[in-house]
């Protein structure tokens, strides 16, 4: 039966090569000896025209050398095939990124390149956009978190100075109607007043506790450890959740803005605890040692993956943009018994360690 298969030297390479989307060129003695039309395009020219050029007027300035090592190497027999990405100039002074792969060939009798190149432009400014983008996304959440950290602190002093003031005032008040009341006579008043103190009392703690929230000033009173233990139990308790905390090491000498931004990522890792994890169980390690403070905070939830990604979150994010700022390493991941993990490394100034 006749095979429908060409031979290889019946296949009209000629034809593929002149139609190609990729530009194909022939290099000998640092000359373009051929090109297609698309590689010639690349560089703004008609082949006939570009044909002849030398490769040093072709490429920008700064990858001309690495070019022509690239090509001696070649040429020299050193290796036969290189693929490499470098940067051509058009012929109205745009730069043109292309992705070559090239190889040594004889031709006429005389070794030369002969190779394949693509456009990469398109692809190379997206990447450049995209890390653009990326840093100024970067930018706007520090800005953000530094004047949300400015109005979380006035905010959390007009609650604990002048809410908090208010309701201690009403609250004696309350207290000299209950004890003026507690006469004869006037036991429907006393009923109506006594719980009234109670309720003002608790008003009064949760004043404190909103305001606690908004700026942690158990932070700067008992130090990083102390205060998330307490943030830890206080959402455990309001989340029906199993604590376990350990802290090990001193962490008075990390600096207050390092101790708030590790605050900060755990209080916006709690909320995706109560908000996506379903969990009945979180741990929190902290332990400052062999130069670094280990942050480990579990818990028993659903985990990651099975929560569907809200578009647009930026909690982890976040977090991890807050982690980078103050130098620390951040991890989110699956935890071993099914729920999330996340880890924070930050390497400690020498002063930060306890001694041995
Ligand atoms: N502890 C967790 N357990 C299970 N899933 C989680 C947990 N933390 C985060 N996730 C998942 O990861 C996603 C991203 O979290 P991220 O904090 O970035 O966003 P978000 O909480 O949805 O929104 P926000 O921007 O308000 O924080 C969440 O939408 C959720 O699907
Ligand atoms: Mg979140």
């Known amino acids: 039966m006749p095979t429908l298969a060409l031979a290889f030297d019946d296949v009209p390479f000629r034809a593929i090569a002149e139609q190609s989307l990729a530009g194909f060129y022939v290099v000998q003695d640092e000359r373009f000896v051929y090109a297609n039309d698309t590689f010639a395009a690349m560089f703004g020219f008609e082949r006939t025209a570009f044909i002849g050029r030398r490769i040093v007027d072709c490429v920008t300035e700064d990858s001309v050398d690495e070019v022509m090592h690239n090509y001696q190497r070649r040429i020299s027999g050193e290796v036969n095939a290189i693929h490499y990405v470098t940067k051509g100039v058009h012929r109205d002074g745009r730069v043109v990124h292309l992705e070559l792969h090239a190889s040594r060939v004889e031709c006429r009798g005389r070794p030369a390149i002969a190779g394949v190149a693509l456009d990469i432009t398109e692809r190379v400014q997206a990447q450049a956009s995209v890390r653009e983008s990326r840093e100024q996304l970067r930018r706007l ?131 995706n605890v109560a908000r996506h994890a379903e969990a009945t169980q979180i741990e929190l390690q902290l332990s400052a040692k062999a130069g670094a403070l280990v942050l480990r905070l579990a818990d028993n939830g659903r985990g990651l993956d099975a929560t569907p990604r809200r578009p647009g979150a930026i909690g982890l994010f976040s977090m991890a943009e807050r982690a980078r700022d103050i130098g620390a390493t951040f991890h989110a991941r699956p935890a071993g018994a099914g729920g999330t993990e996340l880890l924070l490394m930050l390497p400690l100034p020498a002063s930060v360690t306890p001694p041995a």
Do not use: W
Not at 189 to 216: N, Y
């Open 141 to 271: 959440l520090k800005h953000i978190n530094s004047t949300r950290e400015i109005e979380r602190a006035r905010l959390a002093r007009e609650v604990h100075d002048v809410l908090g003031g208010m309701l201690s005032s009403a609250k004696f008040d309350l207290s000299r109607i209950v004890r003026r009341t507690a006469a004869p006579g006037l036991e429907e008043l006393h009923a109506i007043a006594a719980p009234l103190v109670e309720l003002m009392q608790d008003t009064i703690e949760t004043a404190r506790s909103v305001s606690e929230e908004l700026r942690p000033a158990g932070l700067d009173l008992l130090g990083l450890g102390a205060a998330l233990t307490q943030a830890v139990e206080r959402f455990g308790v309001r989340h029906g959740l199993a604590t376990d905390v350990r802290c090990s090491g001193s962490f008075d000498a990390l600096p207050p803005a390092s101790a708030m931004q590790i605050y900060r990522i755990v209080q916006e890792a709690l909320t």
